[in-house]
């Protein structure tokens, strides 16, 4: 596409983001197990059979609920990336090129397959945070992708050691989990490959890459970033290691769900004493994402369904609060800093941005009747009854998130009047058609999903009794 | 008729109009507020005709509706209206609307005012009615959402920090009684109060907590006293309990008067609603240990709250310390519910009475306080100013009507027997005095506290010379007088013919008594 020509680009991308989500959609909607099977196969060839390896894609329905995030979030994502004026072209290339990673990773059943799809979504987020981004984008790109690059090894290491040991036959998913993985082999494997994938979820004390990374990045990077891409690896690691080593997981449970607890408080009380307004969403998502990690590690149906709940709404909320931040607010007035963004009267100014905002902060609080509360209420309750006093700390998380969220609103949106005085500089622009627009979109679709989360829970639960969970969450009934 | 789902008729109708106001353009909506009131009016209508049919047979829950909504969790849109459901319906339905007029005159962007006024309206009914938690906690949170703004954007100078106070402490307080709920709810698997309350009968709960939540080898003792205290301490900051009740003085001074009549006359109740709903089951297995402290700081909050509110100046925080004061009496009941009684048949029948004075004094305070803040809101109107209780004097002789209808819900707050705030204390009081005697001798002193400052407050403002103020202060316009009459005249009635409400929720505190069977 002509560089000269952004409008061009960015109406491409609008298009074909919008045809996947649709696309994505009605497939989540017309999604039903298939004679009681529920992976329902899409395509499957070929491809190195010497190795076992074909392309292989299918869904159940954890992958269509993700299926159905990244649609959404894609499309308001390339909304609030309207703005973008230098190199549009290779923007939305990049752009591009990492939503079709991400969607193929979570419709891949062939591990080797999903590996790919998994390293093609790594190299774009390079480009999207070193050329367009702001804060020290060099550093952050680079960190990112390290952290990114040595996760996914890691996870390599445990696809490829159970294609070995299941006697290198095949990587389809179906085939390996019907091999018996030996207890021994599965204590150093589970952690192993667990932890490789959940470094890209911000598991603590391995998320440092992702506020330095979300910060930096231009905003419509930060939205698939903090709301999809973290969820590639919450969905690989309940995927790869906890489909196929559960006997690992019920060994390793604990210790990890401690960690996820302790970045649930870790990074809520950093966001609140954090003086840059994005930083403040870049650590609320690596507490949100905690709560994902817990739900997972309960190992129990309600909090299995809690963290992929969790994972969608994070998903939705996570890209209106970068939008908020990054677009509605940072393109305007070019600081991120509270204390001078509390001079600017930018509640006054851009009211709708205001109520946008207290809706996602209320919202990822956990307000009844947005998706946020009834994840965060599955995942609460599945953890009191695996880990209780993890529980406990999940719900001091929560409060906490009400303090930073709240102070970041009030700061930047409505301070008191005794703040300071006003300094009047030039007035802020009003907000675009595209913003207005992704911004409803996302809150809307939070809003659905909190009245009716059938709509998602519907198709989550069978998935969660099929032969690959199974094993699962049997393992955990037996404690 | 009686298919329809009227519970979430009263409840959506003024919910959903609630929220179409909130996105209202303040100058072109002129006609909103009328639309608003004949709403809010047509749900307590509706509300009182539910109460009214509910208690012909008070026995068996009324209006139950039930729907599957999130079946992973176990929960479904349950409603249901049982004897104190349907007391607190009758409550919401005469405050409401009353607080609605009141606010008539309010100066700016009236349709988002009354839209939050709606709002607050609906989710109190479902607060009220609602059969699980799940249901309960949606409820209550949205109602936190238009009275926090209610405050900020209303309220008078002071209120920024108040209103953010007010919320901070609400949503600490209800994400403290969620971690709780969520504990009983996941040992239980159920989120429904009655199947709570079932398992808390047959004396299974604490094992269920005890085999269902993964803790270390901790003493089922110490594990069921956290998930009451998590439960309590989430309620007790909405009743509020001292000493975590610092957000209320503060909040009830700036609030616009309408606002605090609802936060002291409906919203307070939620908390002691609560308390009753979910507490009580959880009693038997942890109350017992710590009740003593506990009841120590409730009994002391009562006489700290009674002397704060005698060294008030503003008359507007003194009635806020005074309500703190007279919901204490209500916690100490309801601490006093938790009294090991063994089968002693006489002690139970003392806890019947202390659940029947809590139940009461709520109806009653409710009422009793709508009407002072409604006349604080009537005199600050006239002064122009917040009213101090030194400034002023010999108002009964220019408004001789405000005088005596002001001094005769003065009246009903001291206690007065023949008015109804009386029965509801005595019965309080008669039943802890058999349960825990030295709490109720403390007590007593609360009373007389209250007697004094609330006799001073009309001796100050109402008798003696006149003050300045006096020559140009209006009595009660017609409107106000038909605002207050009925309450006046509820006052009187219900002193006398408590039974009238008693009828309709004895079958209830009878259930409940007798569940608590330790």
Redesign the interface.
């Known amino acids: 596409m002509p560089a000269k020509r952004p409008d061009l680009s960015r109406r491409l991308a609008l298009v074909g983001t919008l045809i996947s989500a649709l696309i994505a959609l009605v497939c989540a909607a017309t999604y039903s197990p298939v004679d009681g099977n529920s992976v329902v196969d899409i395509t499957k060839w070929n491809w190195i059979p010497s190795l076992g390896i074909s392309y292989y894609l299918a869904a159940d329905g954890i992958s269509m609920v993700m299926v159905a995030l990244t649609g959404i979030a894609s499309v308001a994502a390339v909304l609030f990336s309207w703005n973008i004026e230098e190199r549009a072209n290779e923007f939305f290339g990049f752009f591009l090129t990492l939503i079709g990673g991400v969607y193929g990773v979570f419709i891949s059943f062939d591990l080797f397959l999903l590996f790919v799809f998994y390293e093609i979504a790594i190299i774009p987020k390079y480009f999207l945070i070193a050329l367009w981004g702001s804060t020290r984008k060099s550093y952050a790109a680079m960190k990112l992708v390290l952290y990114s690059f040595v996760g996914s090894s890691m996870a390599l290491i445990g696809i490829m050691a159970a294609f070995v040991v299941s006697g290198s036959v095949s990587f389809d998913l179906q085939q390996l989990i019907l091999h018996p993985y030996a207890p021994e082999f599965q204590r150093w494997a589970f952690p192993v490959t667990f932890i490789g994938f959940v470094i890209l979820a911000g598991l603590w004390p391995f998320h440092t890459w992702a506020p330095t990374g979300h910060v930096a990045a231009p905003t419509g990077a930060s939205m698939l970033l903090a709301g999809v891409v973290m969820k590639l690896g919450a969905y690989g690691a309940l995927r790869v290691p906890m489909t196929l080593f559960p006997m690992g997981a019920s060994i390793w449970r604990e210790e990890i769900a401690l960690l996820a607890a302790i970045g649930i408080v870790a990074g809520a009380l950093v966001a609140l004493v954090q003086n840059d307004f994005k930083f403040i969403i870049g650590y609320s998502s690596v507490s949100h994402m905690g709560f994902v990690l817990l739900g997972l590690l309960a190992t129990t149906?309600?909090g299995l369904?809690g963290a992929v709940l969790q994972m969608f709404s994070h998903g939705i909320l996570a890209g209106l609060l970068f939008a908020v931040v990054g677009r509605m607010v940072y393109s305007r007035t070019h600081t991120r800093d509270l204390s001078k963004l509390e001079t600017m009267q930018v509640g006054k100014q851009l009211p709708f941005a205001a109520t946008i905002f207290l809706i996602a902060a209320?919202a990822s609080?956990?307000?009844?009747?947005f998706s946020g509360?009834?994840a965060e209420?599955?995942v609460?309750?599945?953890a009191?009854?695996?880990?209780?006093?993890l529980?406990?700390m999940a719900?001091l998380g929560?409060?906490l998130g009400?303090?930073y969220s709240?102070r970041a609103l009030?700061t930047v949106f409505w301070p008191?009047?005794?703040a300071r005085e006003p300094e009047i500089g030039t007035p802020l622009s009003g907000l675009t058609i595209q913003e207005k627009t992704g911004a409803i979109l996302l809150v809307t679709t939070s809003l659905v999903i909190g009245i009716y989360?059938?709509l998602l829970?519907d198709i989550?639960?069978p998935s969660l009794q099929s032969p690959l969970l199974k094993p699962l969450l049997d393992q955990s009934s037996t404690l | 008729m009686t298919s329809l789902p009227w519970l979430s008729i009263v409840i959506w109708m003024p919910l959903i109009t609630g929220i179409i106001f909130l996105f209202l353009h303040p100058k072109k909506n002129l006609k909103a507020r009328h639309v608003g009131l004949g709403i809010s009016l047509l749900t307590s209508i509706i509300s009182v005709i539910l109460w009214v049919v509910g208690r012909a047979d008070a026995s068996v829950p009324a209006f139950e509706e039930r729907f599957t909504?999130?079946?992973?969790?176990g929960v479904d849109y349950a409603l249901s209206m049982d004897g104190l459901s349907g007391l607190m319906v009758l409550l919401t339905a005469l405050i409401m609307p009353f607080a609605y007029a009141a606010s008539w005159k309010i100066d700016h962007d009236e349709p988002r005012y009354f839209g939050c006024l709606l709002v607050i309206h609906g989710s109190l009914l479902g607060v009220f009615t609602a059969s699980n938690f799940?249901l309960w906690?949606?409820?209550y949170?949205?109602s936190l959402?238009p009275a926090f703004f209610l405050v900020r954007l209303w309220g008078s100078p002071g209120k920024?920090?108040s209103s953010?106070r007010f919320?901070?402490y609400s949503?600490?307080g209800s994400?403290?009684l969620?971690?709780g709920f969520?504990?009983l709810?996941?040992?239980t698997g159920s989120f429904e109060f009655a199947e709570i309350a079932e398992q808390s009968q047959n004396g299974n709960l604490a094992n269920l907590i005890g085999s269902?939540?993964?803790?270390?080898d901790m003493p089922l003792g110490w594990?069921c006293a956290i998930i009451l205290g998590l439960i309590f301490l989430g309620l007790a900051i909405k009743v509020p309990w001292m000493p975590f009740h610092a957000w209320l003085p503060d909040t009830y001074d700036h609030a616009p008067s309408p606002v605090t009549m609802v936060l002291t006359g409906l919203m307070s109740k939620m908390g002691l609603y609560g308390l009753i709903r979910m507490g009580l089951p959880m009693f038997p297995y942890a109350l017992p240990k710590i009740l003593l402290p506990l009841m120590l700081i409730t009994v002391i909050g009562i006489i700290y709250s009674a002397f704060a509110a005698m060294g008030q100046r503003s008359i507007k925080r003194m009635f806020a310390y005074s309500s703190i004061n007279h919901l204490g009496y209500c916690m100490m009941g309801l601490l006093a519910l938790g009294v090991v009684t063994n089968g002693n048949m006489n002690l139970a029948i003392q806890k019947t009475s202390v659940l029947a004075g809590i139940m009461l004094q709520m109806f009653a305070h409710g009422i009793i306080a709508s009407v002072l803040f409604y006349f604080v809101g009537a005199m600050e109107h006239r002064l122009g100013k917040k009213v101090m209780i030194d400034e002023h004097g010999g108002l009964r002789t220019v408004a001789p009507l405000m005088a005596g209808t002001m001094g005769l819900a003065v009246f009903a707050s001291v206690g007065l027997p023949g008015l109804n705030g009386f029965v509801g204390e005595f019965l309080i009081f008669k039943g802890v005095f058999g349960l825990v005697p030295w709490a109720a001798c403390i007590a007593v002193f609360g009373l007389l506290i209250t007697a004094v400052f609330l006799l001073r407050f009309l001796q100050a403002v109402f008798q003696g010379p006149a003050g300045k103020s006096a020559a140009t202060f209006k009595d009660l316009s017609l409107l106000d007088a038909i605002l207050v009459s009925p309450f006046i005249v509820m006052m009187v009635v219900l002193g006398f013919f408590p039974h009238l409400l008693l009828n309709g929720l004895n079958p209830v505190i009878n259930q409940i008594i007798s569940a608590m069977h330790f």
């Open positions: 149906e309600t369904n209320l609080v956990g307000m009844p009747g509360f009834v209420l599955h609460i309750t599945g009191w009854s695996s880990y209780s006093y529980a406990l719900g929560v409060i009400v303090a709240m009030f008191s009047a005794s989360p059938r829970l989550i639960a | 909504w999130i079946p992973t969790l799940f906690f949606f409820f949170e949205i959402v920024d920090r953010l919320f901070v949503m600490v994400i403290v969620l971690l969520l504990a709810a996941s040992a269902n939540l993964g803790w270390f594990l």
